[in-house]
């Protein structure tokens, strides 16, 4: 029989091993799941395409072919990682209606520490990953949107995505 003491501790130990972990990567090379694991979120450098957006990322469901993209940008009044997900966005020069019919999330990114509080920023690229990620009503918002329409998802994801490993 598992003692309480026994779970805790084994809990705690999963927790700092994931924090270790999260100090040799990037933030730009951070790849994060869902506590289902149904859904990775991967960032991937920026590179200087793009001066306002701070970061970019996929969502993907691991069972299943749905691939979102996502970018994240420095808000204009406050300072907070104003994040979108989008799904089959049309390429090129496109209007604000039609980023926002293919727009799923949008939204704050909350990076968490292990004791679950938020920071202001997701880390910039070249720092620390963040151990965890809010992506607070991410879950809803992509059943209700039209990723969810096309079939290919029947979970949706936790709003709270965990630091799981580091791209190469």
Excluded at 42 to 52: C, I, K, L, W
Excluded at 109 to 117: E, M, N, Q, S, W
Excluded at 127 to 136: G, T, V
């Amino acid at each position: 029989m598992v003692t309480r003491a026994l779970l805790v501790s084994t809990v705690l130990s999963a927790f700092a091993a994931s924090a270790a972990l999260a100090q040799e990567c990037k933030q730009e090379r951070a790849i994060y799941a869902d506590r289902d694991g149904a859904y990775e979120l991967a960032f991937e450098p920026v590179g200087s395409e793009a001066a306002a957006v701070t970061h970019r990322f996929t969502v993907k469901a691991v069972k299943g072919e749905l691939l979102l993209d996502g970018h994240i940008m420095m808000g204009d009044e406050v300072a907070r990682s104003i994040g979108m997900v989008m799904h089959n966005c049309p390429e090129g020069d496109v209007t604000g209606e039609e980023i926002a019919a293919c727009t799923v999330w949008q939204g704050i990114v909350y990076p968490l520490d292990l004791t679950g509080a938020p920071a202001e920023l997701v880390p910039a690229e070249g720092e620390e990953a963040a151990q965890r990620l809010l992506l607070a009503g991410f879950g809803p918002a992509l059943r209700f949107s039209s990723a969810w329409d096309d079939g290919k998802l029947s979970v949706a994801p936790w709003d709270v995505l965990t630091y799981k490993g580091c791209a190469q």
